[in-house]
């Protein structure tokens, strides 16, 4: 370390803090109420955000009585939000996990999912187009619009074998892709800060993305047939709004995998491993837990999630560009903080939460502002509650 | 532990820094002029190109010195940086730009002069500054980054909405005891077709101000009789604007390094070393911390004001978050912490990864004559069928835009496992105002700092 005289006195005041904080997480619930009331009568902001809050519920309400609001597209919305957010939901449970394990914010999760969606919709592509097109155009997902994917009629029902190869395709990339820069980039520097490993995916973010646009170009593409997915109108009390296939399957899947991992983390002892990691990695390692395999287990799991989840956002949209996972980053950020860090659960709600803010937020504001919304609401989550509303439960 | 004291920092480091910046310095105009000479350009040309390299250089150097006192001294991870300078260019455009009905643009301003509009823009930053740093310093490091990160976002979202495009302003408006007739019509913030910047020429309005421009006028005429006859306004224009941005970093620096220096600066670099110590030894570091944001911010507007005020026109575009991971690599080159390190980084990033692929690309383009270039990944791919690799390497000299990013990201990466302290290595200044170091070491720290890797190994 270093030999300066003050540097004692700063481990003993930091001893003496870690205590203090310690003592701190132990508050009886009439502390807790005690703290609300005390927060209500000093806090100038929860003040605002509560007449906030009950000013769009009055809105609302009175929209939807006088008839300026109608119950089917308020319904629509909320239908195209919780799909965002189960998207957003399933690129969540990855950096969630990655974030509590170790311990840094990976700025290049949202280039991990969109080389998953790259190189699952280049398989899809493959497999719907092999023959009739060059294997490079389709592999390139059309680069430079050499293939349509309209025109290769890619879609859960007209090309279902095409899909479900793509979306698995999706996820393995993803997962050989997240452990080679794991390998190369952070185990070497597993030991330093948060900070620095964070800084560090900044320039894997940027190495990734502009690789992206180098190989299969700047534009985006249309990637479905989307003229041809199966529809249905579901009648709401006023109207009716618009369920498709590709919402469905979206549903299946991120429904589907949210159970594997929910039983993966309760059936093996891997959730603990990772509970007992993101606490105190030595303390894990001394008690026998094997630390680089648990971190790469979740970075497998993680990066799979987060692939398939970028295939199944290319499909459920029908367009694919280099940035989709850059922009959709900071949603799946503010969807993990508001759940809470380094809890699977805590994601899936978030994202949930965030879809539907950034969809549904469009009746009160204009709708240029619907991210901002759903960035705000992870404002104010983590001025009031860092934590996270499902603070206290981390993986498993 | 390298320690630069102040006793140190008055003696040979100063001396050292400046032969440092002047060499660094030396060999990319250097550069570029070889570069100049090997596309051979003219006069012109090569007048040209050394205006835009010192206007990078500028606006990087001066961006990583503002960016320095948050992260380098008090240990704030801001990375939305751009909209603060966002804020800045915007609100100058919004007061000084002249009411509508002369000139192309759609939406008008206040017609103000410009540097009322550019004091109004860098107190709009600082405002902005404050409302970001009032809850979210609280945070941890992480998370006020992902706030900062979210808060330039939302910066973009409300120029390129339709709802902040245009407003009319009314013929009078009545303030409780006074009224006013504010020239304006309508003001906005022009959506996602952006701001027409139809004032004065800054150039022009410093100069006049200086009493410099008539004097200009005349240096100019006598160019174009005796040295460059086609035009040379434009070149000079551009040059001069460069070296009013050398003078800008210059003042950067003066500023920030009598902050670091002054007891106000001390206790900063406390509260990045240690917030709890800080605190204990009875500083309010949260007011430290919320002054040095709001001044970092200020700085960041006035600096986005500069880089861009000089354009024609601003779109939302310009104001994504790139940018603000640009500054933050040039920082991280020069090293956090150190002022004169935050420059070099600055002028390094600008010389060699913002500006230098593209002349490479010129370079070899002049050097062979090549081919067109094939549109896509797959037909430069499919050069390699016949192993013929010249479809791939135009293709990536034709991508260099991009590559560019991709190399930014790679040094990055490599500074952080190499380099974490910056490529002029530990040079971090200490929050003590007198020598740590004990009789002896504290000299032989200050050789080169190849073998310090930093203080945590």
New interface residues.
């Given amino acids: 370390?270093?030999?300066?005289g003050h540097v004692s006195?700063?481990n003993v005041?930091?001893v003496d803090?870690t205590r203090y904080s310690e003592e701190c997480y132990h508050v009886s619930l009439s502390e807790t109420y005690g703290r609300y009331r005390r927060t209500l009568s000093e806090e100038p902001?929860a003040i605002g955000v509560i007449l906030v809050a009950l000013w769009m519920a009055w809105s609302l309400a009175s929209g939807l009585l006088t008839g300026g609001i109608r119950i089917s597209s308020l319904a629509s919305l909320v239908w195209d939000g919780l799909l965002r957010g189960l998207i957003i939901g399933l690129a969540g449970i990855g950096l969630s996990m990655t974030y509590s394990i170790l311990n840094?914010?990976n700025f290049a999760h949202g280039d991990y999912l969109t080389s998953g969606a790259f190189a699952g919709m280049g398989t899809s592509y493959l497999i719907a187009g092999i023959g009739e097109n060059?294997v490079?155009?389709l592999l390139?997902v059309g680069?430079?619009g050499?293939v349509f994917g309209g025109a290769l009629g890619i879609g859960v029902t007209t090309a279902p074998l095409a899909v479900v190869f793509g979306a698995l395709v999706a996820g393995v990339a993803a997962i050989v892709l997240a452990l080679a820069i794991d390998r190369f980039?952070y185990r070497?520097?597993r030991d330093?800060s948060?900070?620095?490993l964070?800084?560090?995916s900044?320039?894997?973010?940027?190495?990734?993305?502009?690789?992206l646009?180098?190989?299969?170009?700047?534009g985006v593409r249309g990637t479905t047939a989307s003229g041809s997915v199966p529809r249905v109108s579901v009648p709401a009390i006023d109207g009716t709004f618009r369920v498709t296939a590709h919402d469905i399957s979206l549903i299946v899947v991120a429904g589907g995998l949210m159970l594997g991992v929910h039983l993966l983390l309760q059936r093996t002892k891997l959730g603990k491993a990772m509970r007992a990691m993101s606490d105190n990695e030595d303390l894990a390692r001394i008690t026998g837990i094997p630390t680089e395999e648990v971190i790469r287990t979740t970075w497998i799991v993680g990066a799979g999630l987060t692939g398939v989840a970028g295939y199944m956002f290319v499909l459920w949209k029908g367009t694919l560009g280099f940035n989709d996972g850059w922009l959709l980053l900071?949603l799946v950020?503010?969807a993990v903080?508001l759940g809470g860090i380094g809890s699977i659960y805590g994601a899936i709600g978030g994202g949930i939460i965030i879809g539907l803010t950034a969809s549904v937020s469009v009746i009160w504001i204009?709708s240029?502002?619907g991210?901002?919304a759903a960035?705000?609401v992870?404002?104010v989550i983590?001025?009031f509650k860092?934590e996270g509303i499902f603070s206290g439960r981390t993986t498993a | 532990m390298s320690v630069d004291g102040i006793r140190g920092r008055f003696g040979g480091i100063f001396e050292r820094d400046v032969t440092l910046v002047v060499a660094v310095l030396g060999a990319l105009y250097l550069a570029y002029i070889l570069a100049g000479v090997a596309f051979g350009y003219g006069l012109r040309g090569q007048l040209n190109s050394i205006a835009n390299l010192t206007f990078y250089i500028g606006v990087f150097g001066m961006m990583a010195l503002a960016l320095n006192l948050h992260w380098g001294y008090t240990g704030l991870f801001n990375i939305g940086i751009v909209g603060f300078m966002g804020i800045g260019i915007y609100v100058t455009a919004l007061v000084s730009k002249p009411p509508v009905g002369d000139g192309a643009a759609q939406v008008g301003g206040f017609g103000l002069p410009l540097f009322v509009g550019v004091l109004a823009g860098v107190l709009a930053a600082a405002f902005f500054g404050l409302l970001v740093a009032l809850p979210a310093l609280r945070l941890r490091a992480d998370y006020l980054a992902i706030v900062t990160v979210a808060f330039s976002e939302i910066v973009r979202f409300t120029m390129m909405s339709r709802t902040f495009q245009t407003f009319t302003v009314p013929d009078t408006i009545d303030l409780w005891l006074f009224s006013f007739d504010p020239t304006a019509d309508t003001v906005g913030l022009g959506g996602g077709g952006g701001l027409i910047l139809n004032y004065t020429n800054p150039l022009e309005a410093l100069l006049r101000a200086l009493f410099l421009w008539d004097p200009y006028l005349g240096f100019v005429s006598f160019v174009e009789a005796n040295v460059i006859s086609n035009n040379p306004k434009p070149v000079l224009d551009g040059l001069l604007y460069g070296i009013v941005l050398l003078i800008g970093v210059g003042l950067f620096y003066l500023l920030l390094s009598r902050t670091g220096k002054s007891p106000f600066g001390r206790v900063l670099k406390a509260i990045r070393e240690d917030e709890d110590v800080a605190n204990a030894l009875g500083k309010d570091t949260n007011r430290f911390k919320l002054t040095a944001f709001v001044l970092g911010s200020a700085l960041m507007g006035l600096g986005g004001i500069l880089w861009y005020s000089s354009r024609g026109s601003i779109t939302p575009p310009s104001f994504r978050p790139n940018i603000t991971f640009f500054i933050w690599i040039a920082l991280i080159i020069g090293g956090a912490g150190s002022n004169t390190g935050s420059f070099l980084g600055g002028a390094i990033f600008a010389g060699v990864l913002y500006e230098g692929p593209r002349y490479f690309k010129n370079l070899v383009q002049a050097a062979f004559e090549l081919g067109d270039a094939p549109r896509n990944f797959g037909e430069a791919m499919a050069g390699f069928a016949s192993l013929d690799p010249m479809p791939f390497i135009l293709y990536t000299l034709d991508s260099v835009s991009q590559l560019r990013l991709v190399i930014m990201g790679v040094v990055l990466i490599w500074l952080m496992h190499n380099r974490p302290e910056g490529l002029l290595g530990h040079r971090k200044e200490t929050a003590s105002s007198v020598d740590l170091a004990r009789s002896g070491t504290g000299r032989s720290a200050e050789k080169p700092t190849a073998a310090d890797g930093g203080e945590n190994q």
Avoid at chain 1, 1 to 4: D, K
Avoid at chain 1, 202 to 211: K, T
């Fill in positions: 370390m270093t030999e300066h006195v700063v005041l930091r803090f902001l840094f914010a060059s490079g155009a390139l680069a430079g050499s980039v070497p520097i330093e948060g900070i620095a964070l800084i560090t900044i320039g894997v973010a940027f190495a990734l993305r502009y690789l646009q180098f190989v299969y170009g700047a900071l950020f503010a903080i204009p240029a502002f991210r901002a960035f705000v992870m404002i983590l001025l860092p």
